[in-house]
């Protein structure tokens, strides 16, 4: 896996933050590793609840 050129911060449909971790090329094209942020990476302070991430994620199934 390679470190992505620069952080990617994007929020979902579903208003979920997440952060691009890496990155890999395959056959199929690049495969994408995201992390939903708990903790703002700056400052430290919570941003969002787990128990909403998985509410808003098990929404979009």
């Not at 495969?31 to 708990?38: E, G, S, T, V």
């Not at 700056?42 to 098990?58: A, N, V």
């Given at each position: 896996?390679?470190?992505p050129?620069?952080?990617?911060?994007?929020?979902e449909?579903?208003?979920?933050?997440?952060?691009?971790?890496?990155?890999?090329?395959?056959?199929?094209?690049?495969?994408?590793?995201?992390?939903?942020?708990?903790?703002?990476?700056?400052?430290?302070?919570?941003?969002?609840d787990?128990?909403?991430?998985?509410r808003?994620?098990?929404?979009?199934?």
């Amino acid at each position: 896996m390679t470190a992505p050129p620069q952080s990617l911060f994007r929020v979902e449909e579903n208003d979920v933050l997440y952060l691009t971790v890496g990155y890999a090329q395959t056959e199929q094209g690049t495969a994408w590793f995201d992390q939903a942020l708990i903790f703002c990476p700056f400052c430290g302070s919570q941003i969002q609840d787990r128990e909403k991430i998985r509410r808003k994620s098990s929404s979009q199934a």
